[in-house]
């Protein structure tokens, strides 16, 4: 398998800026350096008055890098902005809907880099660093396995067995849409002309805007080649900010596919007291979610927190346990707006499945004009939300009813993501109470093996 390289999608517009520190020898054959402008004309990359359908831009040095202006981060997040970044490596425009797509083609372990910093603020401890080198490179290998694996097979059946895969079928998924069920979840190949793209949709990459210390280098050197392996093929390892107190289940989340290594574990060292945690079970789920069970997430520690993140999601203070208002107005509007769907006034919002984390995964939306079930837990997030509700665990209460119409809607809700795999702030607790990289691991992703591809 070739692990040397991969492509990332950093930028989609009709024009795109650029600066080349250093020289760049193109795909057209000339030696380009300094600003440098991009457009799509007549469908094709317009660069110095020539089109083409794609155009590459390698470096002649080791040591040459390019900007690419006012790149978008944090895509339909509270926090979304865009900045300025630089990278290492080749450039690529390709066209894409009508738009140039600019592409870095990396080395993995530099990718790994700047992702680590990325993902979590660059002072994270040594051993959360590790663990969060080994997931984010089995996570970015796994898929490239999976290629392989359709390969050899095409290669002997003469055709795709893409069923019989070990592993997701990665595309964006509908189970179920109607007048009355609308069930749907999200997967990473979204994209076809590029590996993976540098939004959170796949992991953070920032390129060498967010690299540069010598902690996050030692950790990347230090577990080079070092991946999850489940039944001798890379794990799918994923992450969330924090799990709320349990992990979720993988295919709760996305496709209804079973990964033993992905099942729901208690982010602590044992139980907690006080609680049954059958969270699929509404009234046990009630009672976790409007409490504060211990757990290694659950902290407000700042120094701890500062270390996981990154300014930007220091803006949200609340991560283990959190509210939000929403007046009649606001949810109907909200509602009608991110489902195109008009509900009328909105009278319940009722769980019908929750995973076993406490995640809703199939949420009944009760209206004076609709009803609708809508599930799995992302799409819940989005259409609760301008940008993406922190997770789907919370509690509904309806406040001043007339006519049996509430007047108010506080949700009442437990961590921020989906909670599957490595939940950021229990690890980096962890990290801070002395376990190393490796417990870290096993303790998130059970029955999983640490060994080394290359």
Not at 48 to 68: G, R, Y
Not at 328 to 336: G, R, W
Request: net charge negative; glycine share 6%.
């Amino acid at each position: 398998m070739n692990y040397e390289t991969i492509q990332v999608g950093i930028l989609s517009n009709r024009t795109i800026k650029f600066v080349l520190n250093g020289d760049f020898t193109s795909s057209n054959g000339m030696t380009y350096s300094g600003k440098q402008k991009a457009k799509i004309k007549e469908g094709k990359v317009f660069f110095k008055d020539e089109h083409f359908d794609e155009i590459m831009f390698n470096p002649v040095t080791e040591n040459a890098s390019f900007d690419l202006i006012d790149v978008v981060i944090g895509i339909n997040f509270h926090w979304e902005r865009k900045e300025n970044q630089r990278f290492k490596g080749s450039l690529k425009f390709i066209t894409e809907e009508k738009k140039l797509t600019a592409i870095n083609i990396i080395q993995v372990e530099d990718y790994l880099t700047s992702v680590i910093s990325s993902e979590m603020s660059a002072t994270a401890s040594e051993e959360l660093l590790k663990a969060h080198a080994v997931i984010s490179r089995s996570w970015l290998l796994c898929p490239i396995q999976e290629q392989e694996i359709r390969g050899k097979r095409q290669e002997v059946s003469g055709k795709e067995i893409g069923t019989q895969l070990p592993t997701t079928d990665y595309q964006l998924q509908t189970l179920q849409t109607s007048n009355l069920k609308h069930i749907k979840w999200y997967e990473r190949d979204a994209h076809t002309n590029f590996d993976v793209c540098a939004d959170d949709h796949c992991q953070r990459y920032q390129g060498i805007t967010k690299t540069g210390t010598a902690a996050v280098e030692a950790a990347i050197e230090a577990t080079r080649g070092e991946v999850l392996m489940y039944d001798n093929l890379i794990c799918d390892a994923r992450f969330s900010k924090s799990c709320g107190g349990i992990t979720e289940a993988f295919e709760n989340c996305w496709a209804p596919v079973h990964h033993p290594y992905l099942t729901p574990i208690i982010d602590n060292v044992n139980a907690p007291e006080g609680f049954d945690i059958e969270l699929t079970n509404e009234d046990y789920a009630i009672d976790w979610i409007r409490k504060s069970p211990p757990a290694f997430c659950n902290t407000t520690d700042k120094t701890i927190l500062s270390q996981v993140l990154n300014n930007y999601d220091q803006e949200t203070t609340d991560f283990y346990r959190w509210k939000v208002d929403y007046s009649q107005k606001e949810i109907a509007e909200l509602l009608a707006r991110k489902s195109g769907i008009d509900f009328g006034d909105i009278i319940d919002l009722i769980p019908i499945k929750r995973g076993e984390s406490g995640r809703i995964i199939e949420l009944k939306i009760i209206g004076t004009k609709e009803t609708v079930t809508v599930g799995k837990e992302l799409e819940i997030r989005k259409w609760l939300s301008e940008t993406h509700l922190y997770s789907s665990a919370f509690v509904a209460d309806r406040h001043d009813l007339i006519d049996h119409i509430p007047q108010r809607f506080t949700l009442y809700g437990a961590g921020w993501g989906h909670g599957v795999g490595l939940c950021q702030i229990g690890a980096a607790v962890m990290g801070e109470k002395g376990y190393k990289y490796k417990v870290i691991l096993q303790h998130y992703f059970r029955g999983a093996e640490l060994k080394k591809v290359y």
